[in-house]
């Protein structure tokens, strides 16, 4: 079977643990997965893009294991996800969902990807104990000087 490459796009900002675990359980479907690091201009947030790609690489760092094929890369893209996507040869993109409402947005996005671009998404559904984790509660809970480390990986 020919090496499959996910995408999974986001803004990331931060990267938390329930990002993590769907690099993780990506690499179950996928060979490698590449983090796309973008900017989505319906969040717009700010944040140190430099700060969040170290951040993100060091996270994913334990999950790269050559010798058993599976990959994990770090990257900032502008623009399309779908074009990205096609720039770095992705298969299919990885997201996420944790809520009724995730899965509307996630799949108004999906079907725009695939209509459109052409691009599949796999969509894994957030694990129980991560499904209230979102980066803007983190977000917050940082701003209101809440400890937030082991939300994050
Ligand atoms: P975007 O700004 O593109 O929505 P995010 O950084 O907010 O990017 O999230 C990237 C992807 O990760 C999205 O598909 C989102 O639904 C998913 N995601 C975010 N938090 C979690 C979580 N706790 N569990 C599972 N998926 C998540």
Redesign the pocket.
């Known amino acids: 079977m020919a090496n499959k490459t996910a995408l999974?796009?986001?803004?990331?900002?931060p990267?938390?643990?329930?990002?993590l675990?769907?690099v993780e359980r990506g690499l179950a479907i996928a060979d490698c997965v590449v983090v796309g690091v973008?900017y989505?201009i319906?969040?717009p947030v700010p944040g140190n893009l430099e700060s969040r790609l170290d951040q993100i690489r060091k996270a994913v760092e334990p999950l790269n294991k050559p010798s058993e094929g599976k990959s994990v890369l770090v990257k900032e893209y502008g623009g399309l996800?779908a074009d990205f996507a096609r720039r770095i040869g992705a298969d299919f993109l990885l997201?996420?969902?944790?809520s009724v409402g995730?899965f509307e947005?996630?799949r108004n996005l999906a079907d725009v990807n695939l209509k459109v671009l052409g691009i599949d998404t796999v969509?894994?559904?957030?694990?129980p104990e991560?499904?209230?984790?979102?980066?803007?509660v983190v977000r917050e809970l940082d701003a209101n000087g809440f400890d937030t480390s082991h939300l994050l990986p």
């Open positions: 999974f796009a986001g803004s990331f900002n990267f938390t643990l329930g990002h675990r769907i973008g989505n319906n969040k996800t997201r996420g969902i944790r995730d947005y996630e969509i894994l559904c957030a694990e991560y499904s209230y984790l979102s980066s803007s």
